[in-house]
């Protein structure tokens, strides 16, 4: 198993940046490809990004890439969300995800563990 632990989030302005963090603990790390999703009230939880075990391969969201940058630190056990240029429909909780699959996958019912989330605020 993997316990899997977000931060970073909070009120950001409009046009203003945040990193958030997902820290594992638990199993090795690197044996999982991790994804970012968000969601917001009344919204069913969106994909937005993903990366491999090794950081070699990431997906976006079409309309986030180039604004959003996932990254990890296998060596910390964390894979990080860049966000910036934050619009206040990027306000949601976002969650971070691992899974065993080679290529990350964007469905969350591919996911086998999950965090607690962390809240995202952005102001007009």
Same mark, same amino acid.
Not at 1 to 17: I, M, N, P, R, Y
Not at 44 to 51: H, L, M
Not at 67 to 82: E, G, P
Not at 87 to 105: F, L, M, R, S
């Given at each position: 198993? $993997?316990?899997?632990?977000?931060?970073? !989030? *909070?009120?950001?302005q409009?046009? &203003? =940046? @945040?990193?958030?963090?997902c820290?594992a %603990?638990?199993?090795?790390?690197?044996?999982?490809?991790?994804?970012?999703?968000?969601q917001?009230p009344?919204?069913?939880?969106?994909? $937005?990004?993903a990366?491999s075990?090794? !950081? *070699?391969?990431?997906h976006?969201? &079409? =309309? @986030?890439?180039?604004?959003?940058?996932i %990254?990890?630190d296998?060596?910390?056990?964390?894979?990080?969300?860049q966000?910036?240029?934050l619009?206040?429909?990027?306000?949601?909780?976002y969650?971070?995800?691992?899974?065993t699959?080679?290529?990350?996958?964007?469905?969350?019912?591919e996911?086998d563990y999950?965090?607690?989330?962390?809240?995202?605020t952005?102001?007009s």
């Amino acid at each position: 198993q $993997v316990q899997l632990v977000e931060s970073g !989030g *909070g009120l950001v302005q409009a046009g &203003g =940046s @945040l990193r958030l963090s997902c820290a594992a %603990s638990g199993r090795t790390f690197s044996s999982y490809a991790v994804g970012w999703f968000r969601q917001a009230p009344g919204k069913e939880r969106e994909f $937005v990004a993903a990366i491999s075990k090794s !950081g *070699g391969v990431a997906h976006y969201a &079409g =309309s @986030l890439k180039g604004r959003f940058t996932i %990254s990890r630190d296998n060596a910390k056990n964390t894979v990080y969300l860049q966000m910036n240029s934050l619009k206040p429909e990027d306000a949601a909780v976002y969650y971070c995800a691992a899974d065993t699959n080679t290529i990350p996958t964007k469905w969350p019912y591919e996911y086998d563990y999950w965090g607690q989330g962390t809240q995202v605020t952005v102001s007009s």
